[in-house]
Protein backbone atom coordinates (compact mmCIF):
# COMPACT_ATOMS: atom_id res chain seq x y z
CA UNK A 1 0.00 0.00 0.00
CA UNK A 2 2.99 2.30 0.55
CA UNK A 3 3.88 1.98 -3.08
CA UNK A 4 0.20 2.64 -3.81
CA UNK A 5 -0.57 5.45 -2.81
CA UNK A 6 1.95 8.25 -3.86
CA UNK A 7 0.87 6.97 -7.24
CA UNK A 8 -2.66 7.25 -6.32
CA UNK A 9 -2.67 10.61 -5.02
CA UNK A 10 -0.65 11.63 -8.15
CA UNK A 11 -2.75 10.38 -10.73
CA UNK A 12 -5.77 11.77 -8.99
CA UNK A 13 -4.32 15.54 -9.07
CA UNK A 14 -3.64 14.43 -12.76
CA UNK A 15 -7.46 14.00 -13.36
CA UNK A 16 -8.34 16.93 -11.97
CA UNK A 17 -6.24 18.85 -14.44
CA UNK A 18 -6.97 17.03 -17.31
CA UNK A 19 -10.84 17.41 -16.67
CA UNK A 20 -10.56 21.16 -17.01
CA UNK A 21 -8.84 20.76 -20.54
CA UNK A 22 -10.78 21.84 -23.37
CA UNK A 23 -11.64 19.87 -25.78
CA UNK A 24 -9.28 21.88 -28.80
CA UNK A 25 -5.49 22.22 -27.94
CA UNK A 26 -2.46 23.49 -29.58
CA UNK A 27 -0.86 21.44 -32.15
CA UNK A 28 2.22 21.61 -30.05
CA UNK A 29 0.37 19.76 -27.30
CA UNK A 30 -0.68 16.97 -29.57
CA UNK A 31 2.83 16.46 -30.87
CA UNK A 32 3.80 15.76 -27.00
CA UNK A 33 0.80 13.57 -26.37
CA UNK A 34 1.76 11.39 -29.34
CA UNK A 35 5.45 11.65 -28.41
CA UNK A 36 4.47 10.18 -24.72
CA UNK A 37 2.11 7.65 -26.68
CA UNK A 38 4.86 6.29 -28.97
CA UNK A 39 7.50 6.26 -26.04
CA UNK A 40 4.90 4.51 -23.73
CA UNK A 41 4.44 1.61 -26.57
CA UNK A 42 8.07 0.90 -26.57
CA UNK A 43 8.36 0.40 -22.94
CA UNK A 44 5.60 -1.95 -23.08
CA UNK A 45 7.17 -3.47 -25.89
CA UNK A 46 10.49 -4.00 -23.94
CA UNK A 47 8.48 -5.42 -20.80
CA UNK A 48 6.48 -7.74 -22.69
CA UNK A 49 9.72 -9.31 -23.95
CA UNK A 50 11.31 -9.51 -21.18
CA UNK A 51 8.50 -11.11 -19.59
CA UNK A 52 8.39 -13.63 -22.47
CA UNK A 53 12.06 -14.54 -21.78
CA UNK A 54 11.18 -15.92 -18.53
CA UNK A 55 7.94 -17.17 -19.26
CA UNK A 56 9.25 -19.58 -22.07
CA UNK A 57 10.25 -22.34 -21.11
CA UNK A 58 10.10 -24.37 -24.08
CA UNK A 59 8.79 -25.36 -27.40
CA UNK A 60 5.12 -25.41 -25.98
CA UNK A 61 5.04 -21.95 -23.66
CA UNK A 62 6.83 -20.39 -26.90
CA UNK A 63 3.50 -21.46 -28.82
CA UNK A 64 1.45 -20.06 -25.85
CA UNK A 65 2.72 -16.95 -26.12
CA UNK A 66 2.28 -16.68 -29.98
CA UNK A 67 -1.12 -17.64 -29.52
CA UNK A 68 -2.32 -14.94 -26.63
CA UNK A 69 -0.49 -12.65 -28.57
CA UNK A 70 -2.61 -13.37 -31.80
CA UNK A 71 -5.95 -14.31 -30.56
CA UNK A 72 -5.70 -11.05 -27.67
CA UNK A 73 -5.60 -8.86 -31.01
CA UNK A 74 -8.66 -10.18 -32.56
CA UNK A 75 -10.97 -9.31 -29.99
CA UNK A 76 -11.30 -8.25 -26.35
CA UNK A 77 -14.09 -8.43 -24.33
CA UNK A 78 -13.86 -9.57 -20.77
CA UNK A 79 -14.75 -13.48 -21.11
CA UNK A 80 -12.36 -13.62 -23.69
CA UNK A 81 -8.81 -12.93 -22.23
CA UNK A 82 -9.60 -15.61 -19.44
CA UNK A 83 -10.58 -18.52 -22.09
CA UNK A 84 -7.33 -17.67 -23.54
CA UNK A 85 -5.62 -17.81 -20.55
CA UNK A 86 -7.44 -21.24 -19.22
CA UNK A 87 -6.97 -22.96 -22.87
CA UNK A 88 -3.09 -22.02 -22.38
CA UNK A 89 -3.37 -23.80 -18.96
CA UNK A 90 -5.22 -26.93 -20.08
CA UNK A 91 -3.07 -27.47 -22.79
CA UNK A 92 0.28 -27.26 -20.76
CA UNK A 93 -1.52 -29.85 -18.49
CA UNK A 94 -2.47 -32.21 -20.91
CA UNK A 95 0.88 -31.85 -22.51
CA UNK A 96 2.80 -31.94 -18.86
CA UNK A 97 0.75 -34.88 -17.31
CA UNK A 98 1.20 -37.18 -20.64
CA UNK A 99 -2.59 -37.20 -21.47
CA UNK A 100 -1.57 -35.48 -25.48
CA UNK A 101 0.94 -38.19 -25.75
CA UNK A 102 -1.42 -41.04 -24.32
CA UNK A 103 -3.82 -40.01 -26.90
CA UNK A 104 -1.29 -39.81 -29.78
CA UNK A 105 0.21 -43.50 -28.58
CA UNK A 106 -3.45 -45.02 -28.72
CA UNK A 107 -3.97 -43.67 -32.02
CA UNK A 108 -0.87 -45.02 -33.32
CA UNK A 109 -1.74 -48.45 -32.52
CA UNK A 110 -5.31 -48.64 -33.90
CA UNK A 111 -3.84 -47.32 -36.72
CA UNK A 112 -1.43 -49.95 -37.16
CA UNK A 113 -4.03 -52.66 -36.19
CA UNK A 114 -6.14 -51.04 -38.90
CA UNK A 115 -3.43 -51.40 -41.09
CA UNK A 116 -2.62 -54.84 -40.04
CA UNK A 117 -5.98 -56.13 -40.65
CA UNK A 118 -6.37 -54.64 -44.09
CA UNK A 119 -3.14 -55.90 -45.12
CA UNK A 120 -4.02 -59.87 -43.60
CA UNK A 121 -7.84 -59.04 -45.58
CA UNK A 122 -6.22 -58.23 -48.69
CA UNK A 123 -3.80 -61.39 -48.67
CA UNK A 124 -6.54 -63.58 -48.10
CA UNK A 125 -8.76 -62.33 -51.22
CA UNK A 126 -5.40 -62.59 -53.51
CA UNK A 127 -5.16 -66.42 -51.64
CA UNK A 128 -8.34 -67.38 -52.36
CA UNK A 129 -7.78 -66.17 -56.21
CA UNK A 130 -4.40 -68.30 -56.39
CA UNK A 131 -6.89 -70.99 -55.50
CA UNK A 132 -9.60 -70.48 -57.99
CA UNK A 133 -6.68 -70.20 -60.67
CA UNK A 134 -7.33 -66.63 -61.14
CA UNK A 135 -4.03 -65.70 -61.92
CA UNK A 136 -1.87 -65.91 -65.12
CA UNK A 137 0.82 -68.77 -65.30
CA UNK A 138 3.86 -65.69 -65.03
CA UNK A 139 2.79 -64.59 -62.10
CA UNK A 140 3.17 -65.59 -58.40
CA UNK A 141 0.88 -65.31 -56.00
CA UNK A 142 1.92 -63.12 -52.80
CA UNK A 143 3.55 -64.17 -50.16
CA UNK A 144 1.50 -64.47 -46.87
CA UNK A 145 1.99 -61.71 -44.30
CA UNK A 146 4.78 -61.29 -41.70
CA UNK A 147 3.97 -62.47 -38.45
CA UNK A 148 2.97 -59.52 -35.93
CA UNK A 149 6.16 -60.82 -33.81
CA UNK A 150 9.40 -62.02 -33.93
CA UNK A 151 10.91 -65.10 -31.51
CA UNK A 152 14.19 -64.83 -29.99
CA UNK A 153 16.52 -67.65 -30.23
CA UNK A 154 14.92 -70.61 -28.45
CA UNK A 155 12.13 -68.89 -26.61
CA UNK A 156 8.36 -69.09 -27.95
CA UNK A 157 7.98 -65.46 -26.66
CA UNK A 158 6.43 -62.37 -28.62
CA UNK A 159 9.08 -58.54 -28.45
CA UNK A 160 7.10 -57.22 -25.51
CA UNK A 161 5.88 -54.03 -27.06
CA UNK A 162 7.49 -50.65 -26.09
CA UNK A 163 5.51 -47.39 -25.14
CA UNK A 164 7.05 -44.45 -27.14
CA UNK A 165 6.27 -42.30 -24.42
CA UNK A 166 8.00 -38.99 -24.23
CA UNK A 167 7.42 -36.72 -20.94
CA UNK A 168 8.92 -33.16 -20.54
CA UNK A 169 10.64 -33.33 -17.47
CA UNK A 170 8.22 -32.00 -14.78
CA UNK A 171 10.81 -31.30 -12.39
CA UNK A 172 11.95 -28.84 -14.40
CA UNK A 173 9.01 -26.51 -13.36
CA UNK A 174 9.38 -27.45 -9.82
CA UNK A 175 8.98 -23.58 -9.43
CA UNK A 176 6.36 -21.18 -11.24
CA UNK A 177 8.31 -18.62 -13.34
CA UNK A 178 8.68 -14.79 -11.46
CA UNK A 179 5.74 -13.80 -12.96
CA UNK A 180 3.93 -16.23 -12.08
CA UNK A 181 5.30 -16.20 -8.59
CA UNK A 182 4.54 -11.99 -8.47
CA UNK A 183 1.35 -12.56 -9.06
CA UNK A 184 0.23 -15.90 -7.96
CA UNK A 185 1.93 -16.66 -4.89
CA UNK A 186 2.12 -13.18 -3.00
CA UNK A 187 0.31 -9.91 -2.04
CA UNK A 188 1.33 -6.89 -4.01
CA UNK A 189 4.30 -5.81 -2.14
CA UNK A 190 4.75 -8.55 0.52
CA UNK A 191 7.28 -11.39 0.26
CA UNK A 192 6.30 -14.94 1.18
CA UNK A 193 8.16 -15.31 4.34
CA UNK A 194 6.78 -12.16 5.35
CA UNK A 195 3.43 -13.12 4.91
CA UNK A 196 1.42 -14.78 8.08
CA UNK A 197 0.68 -18.54 7.58
CA UNK A 198 -2.86 -19.14 6.45
CA UNK A 199 -4.74 -22.35 6.16
CA UNK A 200 -5.87 -24.00 2.91
CA UNK A 201 -9.64 -23.65 4.68
CA UNK A 202 -9.33 -19.77 4.80
CA UNK A 203 -7.89 -19.91 1.40
CA UNK A 204 -10.32 -21.61 0.16
CA UNK A 205 -13.20 -19.42 1.83
CA UNK A 206 -11.70 -16.30 0.50
CA UNK A 207 -11.68 -17.52 -3.29
CA UNK A 208 -15.17 -18.61 -2.80
CA UNK A 209 -15.94 -15.65 -1.40
CA UNK A 210 -14.35 -13.54 -4.88
CA UNK A 211 -16.53 -16.20 -7.14
CA UNK A 212 -19.75 -15.20 -5.29
CA UNK A 213 -19.11 -11.76 -5.48
CA UNK A 214 -17.83 -11.61 -9.22
CA UNK A 215 -21.42 -13.58 -10.16
CA UNK A 216 -23.28 -10.95 -8.16
CA UNK A 217 -21.53 -7.99 -9.51
CA UNK A 218 -22.06 -9.25 -13.32
CA UNK A 219 -25.44 -10.10 -12.50
CA UNK A 220 -27.07 -7.31 -10.95
CA UNK A 221 -24.65 -5.27 -13.64
CA UNK A 222 -25.87 -6.86 -16.52
CA UNK A 223 -30.06 -7.01 -14.71
CA UNK A 224 -30.69 -3.58 -13.69
CA UNK A 225 -32.45 -1.23 -16.07
CA UNK A 226 -30.14 1.78 -15.31
CA UNK A 227 -27.69 1.30 -13.50
CA UNK A 228 -25.80 4.64 -11.95
CA UNK A 229 -22.63 5.60 -13.84
CA UNK A 230 -21.11 4.90 -10.38
CA UNK A 231 -22.04 1.40 -10.28
CA UNK A 232 -21.47 0.89 -13.82
CA UNK A 233 -17.89 1.88 -13.22
CA UNK A 234 -17.49 -0.39 -9.91
CA UNK A 235 -18.79 -3.23 -12.38
CA UNK A 236 -16.34 -2.58 -15.26
CA UNK A 237 -13.24 -2.49 -13.28
CA UNK A 238 -14.43 -5.00 -10.99
CA UNK A 239 -14.80 -7.21 -14.02
CA UNK A 240 -11.41 -6.06 -15.24
CA UNK A 241 -9.36 -6.27 -12.31
CA UNK A 242 -9.92 -10.39 -12.44
CA UNK A 243 -7.85 -10.51 -14.78
CA UNK A 244 -4.15 -9.58 -12.57
CA UNK A 245 -1.53 -12.41 -14.44
CA UNK A 246 0.46 -9.90 -17.27
CA UNK A 247 -0.03 -7.17 -14.98
CA UNK A 248 -1.47 -3.35 -16.13
CA UNK A 249 -0.76 -4.08 -19.72
CA UNK A 250 -3.13 -7.14 -20.10
CA UNK A 251 -6.40 -5.12 -19.40
CA UNK A 252 -5.27 -1.84 -21.25
CA UNK A 253 -7.80 -2.70 -24.08
CA UNK A 254 -10.35 -3.83 -21.71
CA UNK A 255 -10.12 -0.39 -19.51
CA UNK A 256 -10.05 1.74 -23.33
CA UNK A 257 -13.73 -0.33 -24.38
CA UNK A 258 -14.91 0.49 -21.05
CA UNK A 259 -14.56 3.57 -20.59
CA UNK A 260 -14.06 4.81 -23.97
CA UNK A 261 -17.10 3.28 -25.93
CA UNK A 262 -20.41 4.47 -23.07
CA UNK A 263 -18.46 8.11 -23.26
CA UNK A 264 -17.11 8.56 -19.97
CA UNK A 265 -13.59 9.15 -20.99
CA UNK A 266 -12.37 10.72 -24.39
CA UNK A 267 -9.51 8.73 -26.14
CA UNK A 268 -7.24 11.57 -25.79
CA UNK A 269 -7.38 11.75 -22.31
CA UNK A 270 -7.10 7.64 -22.05
CA UNK A 271 -3.97 8.05 -23.80
CA UNK A 272 -2.40 11.12 -21.66
CA UNK A 273 -2.64 8.92 -18.39
CA UNK A 274 -1.77 5.80 -19.89
CA UNK A 275 1.66 8.06 -20.95
CA UNK A 276 1.98 9.51 -17.55
CA UNK A 277 1.12 6.42 -15.54
CA UNK A 278 4.62 4.93 -16.44
CA UNK A 279 6.19 7.12 -15.03
CA UNK A 280 4.56 7.71 -11.61
CA UNK A 281 5.62 5.14 -8.58
CA UNK A 282 3.40 2.11 -7.82
CA UNK A 283 1.90 -0.08 -10.67
CA UNK A 284 -0.04 0.85 -13.15
CA UNK A 285 -3.32 -0.24 -11.79
CA UNK A 286 -3.40 3.45 -10.24
CA UNK A 287 -4.48 4.07 -13.60
CA UNK A 288 -7.89 3.38 -12.78
CA UNK A 289 -7.95 5.97 -9.93
CA UNK A 290 -7.42 8.76 -12.78
CA UNK A 291 -9.97 6.66 -14.56
CA UNK A 292 -12.68 6.70 -12.00
CA UNK A 293 -12.05 10.61 -11.48
CA UNK A 294 -12.69 11.44 -15.21
CA UNK A 295 -15.63 8.81 -15.42
CA UNK A 296 -18.06 10.55 -13.44
CA UNK A 297 -17.05 14.23 -14.49
CA UNK A 298 -19.94 16.05 -14.82
CA UNK A 299 -22.22 13.79 -12.62
CA UNK A 300 -23.59 14.31 -9.02
CA UNK A 301 -20.45 12.23 -7.97
CA UNK A 302 -17.74 14.15 -6.32
CA UNK A 303 -14.60 12.93 -8.23
CA UNK A 304 -12.46 11.85 -5.32
CA UNK A 305 -15.71 9.35 -5.10
CA UNK A 306 -15.37 8.39 -8.39
CA UNK A 307 -11.43 7.87 -7.85
CA UNK A 308 -12.08 5.43 -5.04
CA UNK A 309 -14.85 3.69 -6.63
CA UNK A 310 -12.42 2.86 -9.39
CA UNK A 311 -9.86 2.21 -7.15
CA UNK A 312 -11.53 -0.27 -5.39
CA UNK A 313 -13.15 -1.65 -8.14
CA UNK A 314 -9.95 -2.18 -9.82
CA UNK A 315 -7.89 -3.90 -6.55
CA UNK A 316 -10.37 -5.71 -4.81
CA UNK A 317 -10.43 -8.75 -6.97
CA UNK A 318 -6.71 -9.20 -7.38
CA UNK A 319 -6.38 -8.90 -3.28
CA UNK A 320 -9.04 -11.76 -3.12
CA UNK A 321 -7.65 -14.08 -5.65
CA UNK A 322 -3.43 -13.27 -4.11
CA UNK A 323 -4.72 -13.98 -0.60
CA UNK A 324 -6.72 -16.55 -1.01
CA UNK A 325 -3.95 -17.99 -3.57
CA UNK A 326 -1.80 -17.84 -0.40
CA UNK A 327 -3.70 -20.68 2.06
CA UNK A 328 -3.62 -22.79 -1.26
CA UNK A 329 0.02 -22.72 -2.03
CA UNK A 330 1.76 -24.50 0.02
CA UNK A 331 -0.79 -27.29 -0.62
CA UNK A 332 -0.14 -26.59 -4.42
CA UNK A 333 3.27 -25.49 -4.93
CA UNK A 334 4.39 -29.17 -4.79
CA UNK A 335 1.72 -30.60 -7.31
CA UNK A 336 2.62 -31.19 -10.93
CA UNK A 337 -0.53 -30.92 -12.65
CA UNK A 338 -0.75 -27.14 -10.56
CA UNK A 339 2.81 -26.07 -11.76
CA UNK A 340 1.54 -27.20 -15.59
CA UNK A 341 -1.19 -24.90 -15.34
CA UNK A 342 0.47 -22.13 -13.75
CA UNK A 343 3.32 -22.14 -17.16
CA UNK A 344 0.27 -21.94 -19.28
CA UNK A 345 -1.59 -19.01 -18.26
CA UNK A 346 1.32 -17.33 -17.20
CA UNK A 347 2.80 -17.61 -21.07
CA UNK A 348 -0.73 -16.79 -22.31
CA UNK A 349 -0.76 -13.29 -20.58
CA UNK A 350 2.71 -12.30 -21.49
CA UNK A 351 1.21 -12.94 -24.81
CA UNK A 352 -2.10 -10.74 -24.50
CA UNK A 353 0.78 -7.66 -22.97
CA UNK A 354 1.75 -8.10 -27.14
CA UNK A 355 -1.44 -8.03 -27.97
CA UNK A 356 -1.82 -4.42 -25.76
CA UNK A 357 1.30 -3.18 -27.53
CA UNK A 358 -0.47 -3.83 -30.84
CA UNK A 359 -3.83 -2.29 -29.88
CA UNK A 360 -2.05 0.99 -28.16
CA UNK A 361 0.59 1.21 -31.48
CA UNK A 362 -3.19 1.77 -33.44
CA UNK A 363 -4.82 4.49 -31.49
CA UNK A 364 -1.08 6.39 -30.62
CA UNK A 365 -1.19 8.91 -33.10
CA UNK A 366 -3.19 12.46 -31.90
CA UNK A 367 -4.09 15.45 -34.24
CA UNK A 368 -6.20 17.50 -33.99
CA UNK A 369 -8.53 16.53 -36.36
CA UNK A 370 -7.99 12.83 -35.10
CA UNK A 371 -8.32 12.62 -31.76
CA UNK A 372 -9.50 9.24 -31.31
CA UNK A 373 -5.90 8.09 -32.33
CA UNK A 374 -4.82 6.52 -35.28
CA UNK A 375 -1.17 4.43 -36.36
CA UNK A 376 1.78 5.60 -34.84
CA UNK A 377 2.81 4.43 -38.27
CA UNK A 378 1.53 7.16 -39.90
CA UNK A 379 4.60 9.29 -38.74
CA UNK A 380 8.34 7.68 -39.10
CA UNK A 381 9.43 10.11 -36.61
CA UNK A 382 6.61 8.45 -33.69
CA UNK A 383 8.10 5.27 -35.23
CA UNK A 384 11.86 6.36 -34.52
CA UNK A 385 10.62 7.92 -30.85
CA UNK A 386 8.90 4.14 -29.89
CA UNK A 387 12.36 2.83 -31.22
CA UNK A 388 14.25 5.02 -28.76
CA UNK A 389 12.48 4.07 -25.63
CA UNK A 390 12.95 0.13 -26.64
CA UNK A 391 16.33 0.41 -27.37
CA UNK A 392 16.98 2.98 -24.71
CA UNK A 393 15.81 0.67 -22.54
CA UNK A 394 16.68 -2.18 -23.50
CA UNK A 395 20.40 -1.24 -23.75
CA UNK A 396 21.08 2.09 -22.03
CA UNK A 397 19.16 1.39 -19.07
CA UNK A 398 16.84 3.82 -19.72
CA UNK A 399 14.03 4.01 -16.36
CA UNK A 400 10.40 4.72 -17.77
CA UNK A 401 10.31 8.16 -16.52
CA UNK A 402 13.54 8.73 -18.50
CA UNK A 403 11.75 7.25 -21.54
CA UNK A 404 8.39 8.94 -21.43
CA UNK A 405 10.26 12.79 -20.92
CA UNK A 406 12.28 11.74 -23.99
CA UNK A 407 9.75 10.81 -26.02
CA UNK A 408 7.84 13.95 -25.25
CA UNK A 409 10.37 16.21 -26.03
CA UNK A 410 10.85 14.33 -28.97
CA UNK A 411 7.65 14.73 -30.16
CA UNK A 412 7.51 18.62 -29.29
CA UNK A 413 10.95 18.93 -31.13
CA UNK A 414 10.08 17.87 -34.09
CA UNK A 415 6.81 19.84 -34.33
CA UNK A 416 9.31 23.08 -33.51
CA UNK A 417 11.54 22.04 -36.73
CA UNK A 418 9.13 21.10 -39.05
CA UNK A 419 5.41 22.36 -37.70
CA UNK A 420 2.74 20.56 -37.61
Known amino acids: MNRCLPGAIGMYGLSLGVSRIGNNLPHAVYALLSGLNAATVGIIALAAIRLAERAI ?41 GYV ?3 VNFGARVGS ?8 RHSDVERADCKKGSYSGNQKPLKPPSPAYTKYQDEDKPIPETKC ?22 PLGTSVSSFPKMSWQLGLLILTTFVVTFILTTAL ?27 GPVVIPL ?7 PGWVSSRDFLLGLAVIQAFPGPNFNFAVYLGSLAVAGTKFPSFVGAFVAFLGMYVPGLFVVVGFMGL ?30 KLWQIGYLTASGQGGSPLGGDPWLVAITGTAFVGGAWFG ?9 GGAMGVGRYGAVGG
Not at 64 to 93: D, E, N, Q
Not at 329 to 357: D, I, T
Open 57 to 97: TDKLTRLMVYLGGALGMLYAALWYYPVIMAGAGLSTLAWDM
Open 398 to 406: FSPPVAILL
Open 221 to 247: HALLPSPSRLSSLFASLYLAGTIIFGG
Open 255 to 261: LREYMIA
Open 113 to 120: KLALCRSI
Open 329 to 358: WRMLKEKKWFLAVLRGVNAAAVGLVFSAVY
Open 101 to 103: HTV
Open 165 to 186: RIRPPISRYAYPSSLARKYAAR
